[in-house]
């Protein structure tokens, strides 16, 4: 799908969208060496048992490489489409897939339905939303590996999320309809972070990585016209609970 409308449209509806051939052969090349390189030197935070080792540092420790990721050409008409220059990068992290790996059924942001309710609370508040671009380094071929949604997921909220009983949570995500898509080495798939979905392997030995960049919808930009200076992000939310 080229036309950006409808892009933007599928994205809001389905809640995922793949772009295809985000980067290059050679931009795989570079990002995939450079995420191993990584492992090589340890610098992964860990290894969950679900078979996902995740790198948060990789965007400080090598700009070079992973900053172009950010905003990335080939995506930005999606991300600028859906947020303009309220569109704040919230967090980078590449993701190994050392040995078999079927993930966890989650959310990348667990809080939005909790978040939604509390901002009607209050006559100021917005509903915050995320946006995450997964750039895939790897053909995930049917027979190698996908990445699963559970269908709409992203438009009604799932049962079992607050509290959190993870057991019921994920027998929910298994029962439901799902899109299964098979996203090959080069491509983006950009969704809406509080949709539930499962990454996996379905040959235990392929080489299977990833780059995740969220965004967040920030109304208060740094670049919004203001009197005085920002103080930035860390320790300024006083009711927040942090
Ligand atoms: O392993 C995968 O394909 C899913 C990665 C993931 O959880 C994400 O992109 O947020």
């Given amino acids: 799908m080229n036309d950006i409308d409808g892009q933007l449209d599928e994205l809001e509806r389905v809640g995922f969208v793949v772009v295809e051939g985000a980067l290059s052969a050679e931009e795989v090349e570079i990002v995939r060496t450079r995420v191993d390189y990584a492992r090589q030197q340890g610098w992964e935070e860990g290894l969950n048992a679900v078979g996902n080792m995740w790198f948060d540092t990789l965007l400080d420790r090598e700009p070079e490489t992973f900053a172009p990721l950010v905003g990335h050409k080939s995506i930005r008409p999606i991300l600028e489409g ?17 040995g078999p790996y079927l993930q966890e059924w989650h ?5 939005y339905w909790e978040e939604q309710r509390k901002a009607q609370n209050y006559r100021f508040a917005m509903t915050p ?7 895939y380094l790897q053909d995930n071929d049917p027979g190698e590996g996908h990445l699963k949604f559970v269908k709409e997921g992203h438009k009604a909220e799932p049962p079992h999320l607050y509290p959190m009983d ?6 929910w995500c298994d029962a439901q309809p799902h899109d299964v898509l ?14 539930p979905h499962q990454g996996a392997k379905e040959r235990d030995d392929m080489d299977r990585s990833n780059v995740v960049c969220h965004y967040q919808v920030t109304p208060m930009h740094e670049g919004a016209s203001f009197v005085s200076l920002s103080r930035g992000y860390a320790g300024t939310f006083p009711f927040a609970g942090v």
């Fill in 182 to 195: 098979h996203p090959k080495a080069g491509d983006c798939v950009v969704f809406i972070s509080h949709i």
């Fill in 166 to 171: 993870r057991p019921k949570f994920e027998a």
């Fill in 107 to 111: 959310m990348d942001f667990y809080g």
């Fill in 129 to 135: 939303i995320g946006i995450n671009t997964t750039f």
């Fill in 82 to 98: 859906m947020m303009g220059p309220q569109c704040q990068l919230r967090s980078h992290r590449a993701h190994i897939n050392p």
